[in-house]
């Protein structure tokens, strides 16, 4: 998911409140019955799920980028090694 199609609430947690949010939504939506009462707060794990991943994607590329500088090592060869992650560095 796009990080713009992300509430700007959501966008504003750090990775634990969102996970600690996600773990209550989870809790709540074991004890609902009723699946009609439980679509909003489905959708609402969706993009906390999202932005988690966007999160440590971008974590992911900052520590590659880090790695890079230090080993000195060339950019397209990081790429290739990164490409199963579906990460992509920029220069």
């Known amino acids: 998911m796009i990080s713009k199609?992300?509430?700007?609430?959501?966008?504003?947690?750090?990775?634990?409140e969102a996970q600690k949010e996600v773990?209550?939504?989870?809790?709540?939506?074991?004890?609902?019955?009723?699946?009609?009462?439980?679509?909003?707060?489905?959708?609402r794990l969706i993009l906390l799920n999202n932005y988690i991943e966007q999160k440590f994607k971008n974590k992911s590329k900052n520590i590659a980028k880090k790695t890079l500088k230090i080993?000195?090592?060339?950019?397209?060869?990081?790429?290739?090694?990164?490409?199963?992650?579906?990460?992509k560095l920029d220069k």
């Open 5 to 16: 199609n992300i509430p700007t609430d959501i966008k504003n947690k750090s990775i634990e």
């Open 23 to 43: 773990s209550e939504i989870i809790e709540i939506l074991e004890k609902e019955e009723n699946l009609e009462n439980s679509i909003e707060k489905y959708n």
């Open 71 to 87: 080993w000195k090592i060339p950019y397209q060869k990081i790429n290739f090694l990164c490409q199963d992650f579906k990460i």
